[in-house]
């Protein structure tokens, strides 16, 4: 047995699953942790568990991103109920140890957790379906009113600064001077690129500065990836990866599912005439969160969404390009040059929301 594979089901035995072990999965489209789908056979029939070993270089403090974790999936549990639906399939259930603890420490791998996978769900990284980015938009508007009163002060800060896009700029400009994998010569012309966007890209944070934009809990990484929809029917059924909920702004949310739901390709796409903002999409989307969002957003906060989409689009591609010159240290790379891809295409994205921009505001206005 592999070494992977005798970690995972040292895991699975200390957070006590029954059943049979069968196999396991690995799950790529996550840049950060390690995430595994692994079977076991119980009562006749097949029971999968999502299995994560937590990035602890990203996640410095994992157990507060485990409290965290823990305290919201309680409450939006508590939501549903009280409106006498089962909430089984509509939020994460994470598995506890014997200790009664929602993680446990591997001596030669670190910090690792479990959840069981939620029946009959499937995700997309990318999808053309309108139907579904419409589903997507109103999973992460639904968050949002689930969360809407949620005591903000009890949640830790698990990445401090996390879209101070003010500060992701100044970030590059460090790795630009550390230089440290000797790349900076051949990506002038993207940070050329990115600097044109800087003024645009810090609005938001800028507005939430000045007071006009307020504080929410959001979930802080609304990738396409991060709602799991019913495989029958396409309605969605849960937000996953709750490891970035923290205080932010509701544009970072929306502006962050358009970037990834919105776009015509991949986060990595190399052949940038096809990368643009799919209008038909954005409109999917924004009907969806809107209407699910309801009447919760002041009159500021629905300005700022289509915003929201340049900032996060700019910030994201800012972030893969200070790891391309850092060395890729925080975003797993699947190839040698794809934090730099990635960094192009976002760049051509945020450019062609720029030109976009107008009408992508008409768009939220008409919901
Ligand atoms: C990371 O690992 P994943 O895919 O959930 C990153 C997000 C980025 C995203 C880009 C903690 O999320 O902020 O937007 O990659 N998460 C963290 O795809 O940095
Ligand atoms: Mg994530």
Redesign the pocket.
Known sequence: MQQEESQILEVCRRFGLKGEYKYYEVIN?????STYKVFFFRDGEMKDYIVQRV?TY??QNPLDVMENIAQVTEYIRAKIKATGATAKRSVLHYATTENGDYYTVLDDSGFWRCCRYIDDSVSFTQTDDLKIIEESGKAFGKFQTYLADFPVKNLHIV?PH?HNTIKRYGALQEAMERNAAGRLDEVQDVIAGYKAMEALAIKPYQLQRAGVLPLRVTH??T?T??VLFDAKTGEYLAVI?L??VMPGLVAFDFG?AI??AASTVD?DEKDLSKVALDLEKYEAFTRGFVRAIGDMLSKDEKNSLALGAIA?TTE?GV??LTDYLDGDK???IHYPDQNLA?AKCHLALAQDMERKLVKMQEIVGKY
């Open positions: 489209s996550g840049h950060i942790n990035n990203v996640f990445i996390f802080n990484d990738k990836s991060n990866d490891d970035t962050d970037r990834v986060e996060m994201c972030r893969f925080y975003f797993r990635r």
